[in-house]
């Protein structure tokens, strides 16, 4: 009896329907998006392959099915490697990033262009279905503020609330309504 209590905790752990997951785009398809025909926002996830704060917002954040519903269901969920050598155009702008063999990694410069001066990692763009910046976001952030956050822009309460006003009527006005929609809740 002990063993299958065991068995059924680990099957638990270890099934993939249990675990929520983002289907993240690269760079290149998101700039290959027809801008003219989308109707979803774009996300930009900026990271780095030694940025311990970004492994635990993929582990922790990502990995929440509410974060995952939401951006699978609104956004252009883009993976951008901030240090890589992608190459690609953004709103007829051409990014590369080219670096000699045994270089030290380098910030690409998309990752420049859109975060200036304030490169850290992890940091996200938000932009709207055209590919115009709508807002940028710095530092680890837990499941449920990413979610209000995400929540914020994707449904346009950004154009009715400010965001200290959302903060106080989101988790007995807007988080049921968003629940609902994202077909989580009752």
Known sequence: MKK?????????????????????VNIESASQVDK????????????????????????ETFNDPVVAAILNRYYVPVHFDAEGNASFSWNGTKYSNT?????????????????GQ????????????????KQILQGYQNAYDFSMILWYFCSGDNDRYTFAEYQQV?????????MKKLGLGK
């Open 118 to 133: 304030k490169i850290g990692y992890p940091s996200f763009a938000i932009f709207n279905k055209d590919g115009g910046l």
């Open 170 to 178: 989101f988790q007995e006005e807007i988080k049921p309504v968003m």
């Open 99 to 115: 670096q000699n063999p045994g270089q030290k990694a380098q910030t690409h410069p998309f990752t420049r262009a859109i975060l």
């Open 36 to 59: 003219s025909s989308n109707k979803k926002m774009f996300f930009v996830d900026f990271s780095t392959s030694w940025c311990g704060w970004c492994k635990k917002m993929e582990r």
């Open 4 to 24: 299958f209590f065991i068995l059924l905790l680990l099957a638990a752990v270890m099934c993939p329907a249990v675990r929520a997951q983002v289907k993240w």
